[in-house]
């Protein structure tokens, strides 16, 4: 038991070192699966507009197989039901689930990975019963262990707890917001029982995880308002300038190409003397998804002043810059931004720099993109251009 005690001790507190989503659920299958020795081990995660559960890691099953798998949320779903109940789930043998039968799952376990915190049904009833091993203790949800004393009477099984829990009032107040999840445990292969202090054990390390992901989605997105752009979504100045400090540096040590993409709204003002600047905040959204989606994905694109967007292009040399910002030109000529009954027209200009050609430092290069554009603007608006 000792070991199974500093293997916990070691799980939750390297869970609660990282703030990486992807790695508190990767530590999460491998410590699960190193301390307990399931056969199998996968991990579901709910998504919430599609209302599935979809598989994401896996240890044991085929390659791909969870990967792969999406279940939908329903009632009769036995795979979903933690979802539901906020309980543990026994699979057996004779279970008539068609996605039980297809994953080969006859000796499981399905945990639900909760992910808030709640008040403990003792402190809300108060109750006084010491000798409940959920009494007292704050972070052990009483339909997560064996041998809680309900009203003074013990109840020890899951399936005991699946009927008796979604009747108290408390616990009827859990929602499926509240769970990030299902951890399948699996035993199916080796016929090894999965004892109810196992299950226990892992109901209390989902917890910890599921808190630990919400706290990590919570930071993530305070991160991420600190650095976009509130009206268009794109980075804003500040994280722009830092990533391309980084791309500079990388750039002058490992001999890289790098390109910088600066380019402004003609005419912009026009926009919203004659509109609104309602209509110009629209203009400025509805450029921002096409210079997004004209980009490639490690390219870095903010909103860098009032009307003016720039871009990182790493790995990408002039003449690659050049095609890249001529495309996105023409597509924003082509289709006229339309507001009710009304076809705006919109032009960009635009600026390029390139590492190593116009300059080696990071002043340098916006200030030739910078002179690039205004050369752009100069020459009549609605072209590319370098310094």
Same mark, same amino acid.
């Given at each position: 038991? =000792?070991?199974?005690?500093?293997?916990?001790?070691?799980?939750i507190g390297?869970?609660y070192e990282?703030?990486?989503?992807?790695k508190?659920?990767?530590?999460?299958?491998?410590?699960? #699966?190193?301390?307990f020795? @399931?056969d199998r $081990?996968?991990? @579901?995660?709910l998504k919430h507009?599609?209302?599935?559960?979809?598989? *994401?890691?896996?240890?044991?099953?085929?390659?791909?197989?969870?990967?792969?798998?999406?279940?939908p949320?329903?009632?009769? %779903?036995?795979?979903?039901?933690p979802?539901?109940t906020?309980i543990?789930?026994?699979?057996?043998?004779?279970?008539?689930?068609q996605?039980?039968?297809?994953?080969?799952?006859?000796?499981?376990v399905?945990?639900?990975i $909760?992910?808030?915190?709640r008040?403990p049904?003792?402190?809300?009833?108060?109750? #006084?019963?010491?000798?409940?091993?959920a009494?007292g203790?704050?972070?052990l949800?009483?339909?997560?262990?064996?041998?809680?004393?309900?009203?003074?009477?013990?109840?020890?099984?899951?399936?005991?707890?699946?009927?008796?829990?979604?009747?108290?009032?408390? @616990?009827?107040?859990? #929602?499926?917001?509240?769970?990030e999840?299902?951890?399948?445990?699996?035993?199916?292969?080796?016929?090894?029982?999965?004892?109810?202090d196992?299950?226990?054990?892992?109901?209390?390390?989902?917890?910890?995880v599921?808190?630990?992901?919400?706290? %990590?989605?919570?930071y993530?997105?305070?991160?991420?308002?600190?650095?976009?752009? %509130?009206?268009?979504?794109?980075?804003?100045?500040?994280y722009? #300038?830092?990533?391309?400090?980084?791309?500079?540096?990388?750039?002058? /040590?490992y001999?890289?190409s790098?390109? &910088?993409?600066?380019?402004?709204?003609?005419?912009?003002?026009?926009i919203?003397?004659n509109?609104?600047?309602? $209509?110009?905040?629209?203009?400025?959204?509805? &450029?921002?998804e096409? &210079?997004? *989606?004209g980009?490639?994905?490690?390219d $870095?694109?903010? /909103?860098?002043?009032?009307?003016?967007?720039?871009a990182?292009?790493?790995n990408?040399s002039? =003449?690659?810059?050049?095609?890249i910002?001529?495309?996105?030109?023409?597509?924003i000529?082509?289709y006229?931004f339309?507001h009710?009954?009304?076809?705006?027209?919109?032009?960009?200009?635009?600026?390029?720099?390139?590492?190593?050609?116009?300059s *080696?430092?990071?002043?340098?290069?916006?200030?030739?993109?910078?002179?690039?554009?205004?050369?752009? *603007?100069?020459q009549?608006?609605?072209?590319?251009?370098?310094?």
């Amino acid at each position: 038991m =000792e070991n199974t005690e500093l293997t916990l001790l070691e799980m939750i507190g390297s869970v609660y070192e990282d703030l990486d989503t992807d790695k508190i659920e990767e530590r999460f299958v491998e410590l699960v #699966n190193d301390m307990f020795h @399931f056969d199998r $081990v996968a991990l @579901f995660f709910l998504k919430h507009r599609k209302q599935v559960l979809q598989g *994401k890691l896996s240890r044991g099953f085929p390659p791909g197989m969870i990967e792969n798998t999406e279940i939908p949320i329903k009632n009769d %779903s036995i795979i979903a039901r933690p979802l539901i109940t906020g309980i543990p789930v026994r699979i057996s043998p004779d279970d008539p689930d068609q996605q039980v039968g297809l994953l080969g799952l006859a000796n499981s376990v399905l945990v639900p990975i $909760v992910n808030k915190k709640r008040i403990p049904c003792w402190e809300i009833k108060n109750c #006084n019963q010491p000798g409940c091993p959920a009494y007292g203790r704050k972070w052990l949800r009483c339909w997560l262990v064996p041998g809680t004393k309900c009203g003074g009477e013990a109840v020890d099984s899951l399936d005991e707890k699946a009927v008796r829990c979604p009747a108290c009032p408390i @616990f009827a107040s859990f #929602n499926i917001d509240a769970i990030e999840g299902v951890l399948v445990a699996d035993n199916s292969i080796s016929k090894r029982p999965i004892t109810e202090d196992i299950i226990t054990l892992v109901s209390v390390i989902a917890h910890t995880v599921g808190m630990a992901i919400n706290n %990590s989605k919570i930071y993530m997105k305070t991160l991420d308002v600190a650095i976009r752009d %509130s009206l268009t979504s794109l980075h804003n100045r500040r994280y722009f #300038n830092e990533r391309l400090l980084d791309e500079v540096e990388r750039a002058g /040590r490992y001999g890289d190409s790098l390109s &910088l993409i600066m380019c402004d709204i003609d005419h912009f003002k026009r926009i919203n003397d004659n509109y609104g600047h309602p $209509v110009g905040d629209e203009v400025l959204r509805w &450029l921002a998804e096409i &210079l997004r *989606k004209g980009l490639r994905k490690s390219d $870095v694109i903010s /909103r860098y002043g009032g009307e003016e967007f720039a871009a990182i292009l790493s790995n990408a040399s002039r =003449e690659q810059a050049l095609a890249i910002s001529e495309k996105l030109r023409r597509s924003i000529e082509e289709y006229p931004f339309v507001h009710r009954e009304s076809r705006i027209s919109v032009t960009l200009s635009f600026g390029i720099s390139t590492f190593g050609i116009d300059s *080696k430092k990071f002043e340098g290069l916006i200030e030739s993109a910078d002179k690039a554009l205004y050369k752009a *603007k100069a020459q009549g608006r609605n072209m590319v251009c370098t310094p």
